[in-house]
């Protein structure tokens, strides 16, 4: 059972450069999500789609674009990475809008991107 | 909005020791789903417990409990006679239904635990 899957799980990037994180998830789940972690912060949410072919920004969405490609998969690109954009990003998935949904997200293990 | 708030930072204590780690929510929805997750140094999230807003009764796992009082908008977590495998950043999480099918999750800072041999 893979769960959620992210792609890569390490990255250095120079500022100015572009780049994509990758999310599947197999769990036919709705809803994803896109987070950051950084030291003493806790996980902020960057962006979210709720279901296929919606998105909409959460607490931290400047300087990231996202797609929800297919029920599956949802990417989180940054055009011109910049030192503040290093930090540790996490994608989740949750069920949606189903009967006894409670809210549970689940996680990826996480990508470390480090922007020189 | 909703506002989950870990005044701990970092704890330490000996092996064997029982330690409580705090969490205080806001919101205000009527509604909601309180969470702990465990983040071992590996780096990943691990799902602890998950409570709805109209269950208050507490709960024990094992060596872990949790206690939620909604008087005083509290979920706080407990382990008893602690291990050095229970090191690990703690988050405390709030969800809330944000429309559309989706919920949102707001994490408290979280708390740094280090059990010393």
């Known amino acids: 059972n893979a769960g959620v899957t992210q792609t890569p799980k390490f990255q250095v990037l120079k500022t100015g450069q572009s780049m994509t994180l990758q999310c599947a998830q197999d769990?036919?789940?709705?809803?994803m999500y896109w987070y950051r972690q950084d030291p003493g912060m806790g996980l902020r949410l960057i962006y979210y789609?709720?279901?296929?072919?919606?998105?909409d920004k959460g607490e931290v969405p400047n300087g990231y674009n996202v797609s929800r490609l297919n029920k599956r998969e949802f990417s989180l690109r940054l055009e011109s990475a910049a030192p503040s954009q290093t930090s540790v990003y996490f994608c989740?998935?949750?069920?949606?809008?189903?009967?006894?949904?409670?809210?549970?997200?689940?996680f990826g293990e996480g990508s470390r991107l480090t922007v020189l | 909005a909703q506002k989950v708030t870990q005044a701990q930072t970092e704890i330490s204590v000996v092996e064997k020791e029982d330690v409580t780690l705090d969490c205080v929510y806001e919101?205000?929805?009527?509604?909601?789903?309180l969470f702990w997750y465990k983040q071992p140094p590996s780096g990943e999230l691990v799902f602890l417990i998950r409570r709805n807003s109209f269950d208050e009764q507490n709960e024990i796992s094992g060596r872990y409990s949790w206690n939620f009082q909604k008087s005083t908008s509290s979920f706080n977590f407990t382990i008893t006679a602690s291990q050095v495998v229970d090191s690990a950043v703690y988050f405390c999480?709030?969800?809330?239904?944000?429309?559309?099918?989706?919920?949102?999750?707001?994490f408290g800072k979280g708390t740094k635990l280090s059990v010393i041999p």
């Open positions: 999480a709030l969800s809330v239904y944000s429309g559309a099918g989706s919920y949102q999750l707001t």
């Open positions: 919101t205000r929805d009527t509604t909601y789903y």
């Open positions: 789609s709720a279901s296929e072919g919606t998105t």
């Open positions: 769990m036919n789940h709705n809803s």
């Open positions: 989740a998935s949750s069920p949606g809008l189903v009967p006894r949904n409670t809210g549970e997200l689940f």
